[in-house]
């Protein structure tokens, strides 16, 4: 045993010489012989190391029995620990979550206290190969990728390591037994009340008994040779992330080469990108990576509200994310003050804006496209910006002597939702003077008797880039 746990620390560089180590330790046979292996070894890895418990509060005078044994254990091999008294079942109840879920996030918040407050390194954990093979079984049911199918990592984040992940049950109990350390027994574990116990105690033994004895060791083989090609795919990603994905702010760019790599490539970098935002990807599923990629090829300005209050949208073929601010949001607080008899370079919006004044009518040219336009200068008071919709905007089209809501025109002109918070506006003073691309204001109309003609000339990124 002493051998395999070496070995399983070693191959995956679980530890550094002087690493403090936080053991999270219930009290059963699996936590207890990790204590113990690592008391055993600390000396040889260079590390110190201090226990974590947790009282649920779940199982009364059993419970409570827990925490006195973890207490006298720790003492007896003279290994400081921290215990944590939560009463789980409340903290389900008022977060609406189940005890599970709720006893894990308790747990491991505490693991991540104790490591910050003896400015620690590493928080070890006891799944073994039994807790391996179980995990396989239930991602498979629940249509889990190849990520899935590796299982629960031997190291994760370079904080969580699991030196016992290959090590089987059946070993554990027998060096528990060796060493006469007797380990507290949760009865709830020999209770088909949840999946994982149905799994444990039902389906593995089926397996052995009618199809394979070594179920555990092939499930765990599979895990490792998953592993290898996973790694792979997901080195190439990271390279691709690295090369069209930026951050901006709060927010994650990717950028439109993304959506054209192999489908195994992009969704792992939409994936590392949805990571970088929230941290982890708890709540993300499959569904929900294709979603955004569903919406990276759909219309520019079309936006998905996601889980964790990530907003992903498209903008001209870039997805951009973010949490709970909507770039349609940003961009109606964006504002633009624009130079006279100058091009002004709008690059975060991909826009370049000319303004010059004209003198002579005759230079006047009605046919030009629609992103260039003529005001009568002498009309407008104010600075000259370019913003975008606004909650309340008015506009006076071309011909109208009254003003309507610019979101009924949008209306009356059949533009879409997902269009109109991507259509700049000119503001003159604190009035619009032009929908670009669709109409200009009555109220700043050149007439006969103009005689200073302003000259509006808008250019998309793509012209300019293409001069």
């Not at 555990?216 to 990271?238: C, F, M, P, Q, W």
């Not at 004209?358 to 629609?370: R, Y």
Request: charged share 35%; aromatic share 8%.
């Amino acid at each position: 045993m002493i051998d395999k746990v070496r070995n399983i620390i070693r191959e995956n560089n679980m530890f550094n010489h002087g690493d403090k180590v936080v053991v999270a330790v219930s009290g059963g046979p699996d936590s207890i012989c990790l204590l113990h292996l690592l008391y055993t070894l600390k000396e040889e890895l260079g590390i110190s190391l201090v226990a974590a418990h947790v009282n649920h509060c779940l199982r009364g005078e059993e419970a409570d029995k827990d925490e006195a044994y973890v207490r006298d254990f720790c003492k007896n091999i003279n290994i400081k620990c921290y215990v944590k008294r939560v009463d789980v079942n409340k903290i389900s109840k008022d977060k609406g979550m189940s005890s599970e879920t709720a006893g894990r996030e308790v747990r491991y918040n505490f693991f991540k206290e104790v490591l910050h407050n003896i400015n620690g390194n590493k928080i070890a954990l006891a799944h073994n190969a039994n807790d391996q093979a179980e995990t396989i079984l239930m991602r498979i049911f629940r249509g889990t990728g190849l990520d899935g199918l590796i299982g629960i990592k031997a190291v994760r984040d370079d904080i969580y390591v699991r030196p016992i992940i290959d090590i089987q049950r059946k070993e554990i109990e027998d060096y528990c037994e060796k060493h006469d350390l007797r380990p507290r027994i949760d009865k709830t574990n020999l209770e088909n009340i949840y999946t994982r116990n149905k799994i444990r105690l039902e389906m593995i033994p089926y397996i052995q008994k009618n199809f394979n004895p070594d179920i555990i060791e092939s499930l765990n083989r599979l895990s490792h040779t998953i592993k290898i090609d996973s790694d792979y795919i997901n080195g190439v990603a990271l390279e691709k992330y690295k090369k069209f994905c930026r951050k901006e702010k709060e927010a994650i760019i990717i950028e439109e080469k993304v959506f054209r790599e192999h489908e195994a490539v992009m969704t792992r970098v939409i994936r590392m990108a949805l990571k970088e935002i929230v941290g982890d990807l708890y709540n993300f599923e499959k569904g929900h990576i294709y979603d955004i990629i569903d919406i990276q090829r759909g219309t520019t300005g079309k936006s998905i509200m996601l889980p964790n209050g990530v907003i992903a949208l498209n903008d001209y073929g870039r997805v951009y994310m973010c949490i709970g601010k909507d770039k349609k949001e940003e961009k109606k607080e964006l504002e633009y003050k624009l130079v006279l008899n100058s091009q002004n370079n709008l690059k975060d919006i991909g826009l370049r804006v000319s303004l010059n004044i004209i003198n002579n009518k005759n230079e006047m040219n009605p046919k030009e496209d629609n992103l260039v336009k003529y005001f009568d200068y002498d009309k407008i008071v104010g600075d000259i910006s370019l913003r975008f919709r606004r909650n309340g905007d008015r506009f006076t089209p071309l011909g109208m002597k009254g003003s309507k809501k610019l979101k009924d025109l949008f209306i009356d002109l059949k533009i879409s939702k997902e269009k109109r918070d991507n259509i700049p506006l000119i503001i003159f003073g604190d009035e619009i003077g032009w929908v670009v691309g669709y109409r200009i204001s009555d109220k700043f109309k050149v007439e006969n008797h103009s005689k200073t003609i302003l000259k509006i000339k808008i250019e998309r990124e793509e012209k300019v880039n293409d001069k």
